[in-house]
Nanobody, 125 residues
Framework: QVQLVESGGGLVQAGASLRLSCAASGRTESTYNMGWFRQAPGKEREFVAA????????YYADSVKGRFTISRVNAKNTAFLQMNSLKPEDTALYYC??????????????????WGQGTQVTVSS
């Protein structure tokens, strides 16, 4: 079992930056790909970014490419999502997720085994 806890969300104005963190505990000796997803009210959960277990590969949704950066520090069992140039449409509950599966189809929620509870990001115009 792996437990994931997100932090770093908040209320910011458009154009600002936030850095989300995802701390993993439990069976973290296994190698997991990590992903960030978000869900706005009344909408389905959507993929934001993913990073492979060793940090060697990353993948982004088109809507955040060039503005968001995913990273990880395995020694600290923590993944990050640096969000710059935030827009009101980025407002959502942001979830991190861990996948034990091979690095493929990383934008699909079904590829992930463990999920955090989410951290709220609100961007005002």
């Amino acid at each position: 079992q792996v437990q994931l806890v997100e932090s770093g969300g908040g209320l910011v104005q458009a154009g600002a930056s936030l850095r989300l963190s995802c701390a993993a505990s439990g069976r973290t000796e296994s190698t997991y790909n990590m992903g960030w997803f978000r869900q706005a009210p009344g909408k389905e959960r959507e993929f934001v970014a993913a990073i492979s277990w060793n940090g060697g590969s990353t993948y982004y949704a088109d809507s955040v490419k060039g503005r968001f950066t995913i990273s990880r520090v395995n020694a600290k069992n923590t993944a990050f999502l640096q969000m710059n140039s935030l827009k009101p449409e980025d407002t959502a509950l942001y979830y991190c997720a861990a996948s034990s599966k091979v690095w493929a189809i990383v934008a699909a929620t079904r590829r992930y085994d463990y999920w955090g509870q989410g951290t709220q990001v609100t961007v005002s115009s």
